[in-house]
T-cell receptor, first 116, second 113 residues
Framework: AQKVTQAQTEISVVEKEDVTLDCVYETRDTTYYLFWYKQPPSGELVFLIRRNSFDEQNEISGRYSWNFQKSTSSFNFTITASQVVDSAVYFCALKAGGTSYGKLTFGQGTILTVHP | EAGVVQSPRYKIIEKKQPVAFWCNPISGHNTLYWYRQNLGQGPELLIRYENEEAVDDSQLPKDRFSAERLKGVDSTLKIQPAELGDSAVYLC???????????FGQGTRLTVV
């Protein structure tokens, strides 16, 4: 079975603050893929990043960065210098192998509100 | 390149009525997903197709829900009869393969009254 836990239900910050969204996953498979999605108020899920289990390099894309640590089964997402447009629900998700190969399992999501 | 297209965007029906949702995935994407998202929760998988084959429908309430993916392209999800608890957003997604990222449509917001 695979599971994704996002312990932070809601986070509220003021613009320009840095914010980190936590994600912890569970899987017995050695090959798996981790994802982050953004769901703005419009409702559409927007793909942000994909990381496979063999690549533990952290990634930075503009103000976004991701920290993947297999030792703690975590895949955390940091927004630097947050902006009001970053306000959305963010979901961490997992695709694992085995009998569930290809199944995309989501966490419960973290509501991020960035105040001006 | 066109994204995943879903219709309708919104649907209001009375309980016990049937309803159908349609999805056109991104061209060339072999994997198609239907998810249900309740308010304040993450999406939950209903069914996943690899080409025409439903490879994971363990979460689909088969007594009232059905789905098909003809010719391995478009897909339809049907509920008959609808219940009040079916009110949710129904999301369709597609991916090139089972290990790649999925791209989502805008969803259909279903309200059952």
């Amino acid at each position: 079975a695979q599971k994704v836990t996002q312990a932070q239900t809601e986070i509220s910050v003021v613009e320009k603050e840095d914010v980190t969204l936590d994600c912890v996953y569970e899987t017995r498979d050695t090959t798996y893929y981790l994802f982050w999605y953004k769901q703005p108020p419009s409702g559409e899920l927007v793909f942000l990043i994909r990381r496979n289990s063999f690549d533990e390099q952290n990634e930075i894309s503009g103000r976004y960065s991701w920290n993947f640590q297999k030792s703690t089964s975590s895949f955390n997402f940091t927004i630097t210098a947050s902006q009001v447009v970053d306000s959305a629900v963010y979901f961490c998700a997992l695709k694992a192998g085995g009998t569930s190969y290809g199944k995309l399992t989501f966490g419960q999501g973290t509501i991020l509100t960035v105040h001006p | 390149e066109a994204g995943v297209v879903q219709s309708p965007r919104y649907k209001i029906i009375e309980k016990k009525q049937p309803v159908a949702f349609w999805c056109n995935p991104i061209s060339g994407h072999n994997t198609l997903y239907w998810y249900r998202q309740n308010l304040g929760q993450g999406p939950e998988l209903l069914i996943r197709y690899e080409n025409e084959e439903a490879v994971d429908d363990s979460q689909l309430p088969k007594d009232r829900f059905s789905a098909e993916r003809l010719k391995g392209v478009d897909s339809t999800l049907k509920i008959q009869p609808a219940e009040l608890g079916d009110s949710a957003v129904y999301l369709c997604a597609s991916s090139f393969g089972p290990s790649t990222e999925a791209f989502f449509g805008q969803g259909t917001r279903l309200t059952v009254v």
